[in-house]
């Protein structure tokens, strides 16, 4: 059998890296391809892992805004492990609320890594997951409170249970097309690019986790998407409330789920606890 690969996008550090460790400490068996944009960075991780004894860590560069990058990456997998059993998508970003740039660009960039870089790596690597995989897109509480905020026709389009992702897709251009033009709001748009975007991903996760009961039924795959909390993060902040251990715990679990579960699925989870969308 070949030897089971955990990935874990946007791992060197913060959350990402407290995941790489989470799972180490947790015994995860196979290899943990712990992946990053900057290369420098990313090994520099995996040298700080490996000095706390975690040896089956190992780096592959990954920019999840680079479709080829993403491709590079599938490659590499099929052609060293034959297939994915653990993938976490954490990579993600969110401007500091003192940031200057306009919310327009604020929408755009954020958008394209948060919601298409998720998407992107998750079309590359979901056809590559073996039997009783685990699926973890790191969202956040954010988008529950941002989806309140939504008007009640988009509050309806994002709890449709059909929701397709080109509607989803068509949605999430819609509202940076509409921060460009400064009319989010009277759109019904909330006005928060960072809580839109992760709307985009865990309603992306209840879509992906819908099509693989179809196309999957049977193979026990679980996915899901999850809240690690307001974490200390270059991102967050120190004021923040969890460390970026406590941070991992959330999506450790998910990502460990016992083989033979059948939930969570689909489902957004904090705490360990799986909170209604």
Request: net charge neutral.
């Amino acid at each position: 059998m070949s030897k089971t690969v955990a990935v874990v996008t946007g791992a060197n550090k913060g959350i990402g890296f407290a995941i790489v460790q989470g799972l180490c400490k947790a015994g995860y068996a196979g290899d943990i391809i712990l992946t990053a944009r900057n290369e420098k960075l990313g090994q520099e991780a995996v040298q700080q892992a490996k000095s706390e004894g975690f040896n089956n860590v190992l780096f592959h560069r990954l920019d999840i805004c680079d479709q080829s990058s993403a491709e590079e990456l599938r490659k590499f997998l099929e052609k060293n492990y034959g297939g994915l059993d653990v993938l976490i998508n954490n990579a993600g970003i969110a401007f500091k609320a003192a940031a200057t740039e306009p919310f327009g660009e604020q929408a755009e960039v954020t958008m394209r890594t948060n919601f298409w870089g998720t998407l992107w790596v998750s079309k590359a690597l979901l056809p590559l997951l073996r039997p009783k995989a685990r699926v973890v897109n790191v969202s956040s509480f954010v988008s529950k409170s941002a989806l309140g905020k939504c008007s009640p026709e988009l509050q309806a389009k994002f709890r449709n249970p059909d929701i397709s992702e080109e509607e989803l897709c068509g949605l999430m251009g819609e509202f940076v097309a509409a921060a460009q033009k400064g009319d989010h709001e009277a759109k019904g748009w909330p006005n928060t690019a960072y809580g839109t975007t992760k709307i985009g991903v865990t309603v992306l996760s209840r879509i992906q986790a819908r099509v693989m009961s179809q196309t999957r039924a049977g193979d026990g795959i679980l996915l899901n998407a999850c809240c690690p909390g307001w974490v200390r993060t270059d991102m967050a902040g120190p004021k923040a409330t969890k460390s970026p251990e406590e941070g991992a715990e959330t999506p450790v679990y998910l990502a460990l789920l016992p083989v033979g579960a059948t939930e969570p699925h689909g489902q957004l989870v904090w705490d360990k606890v799986v909170h209604e969308w």
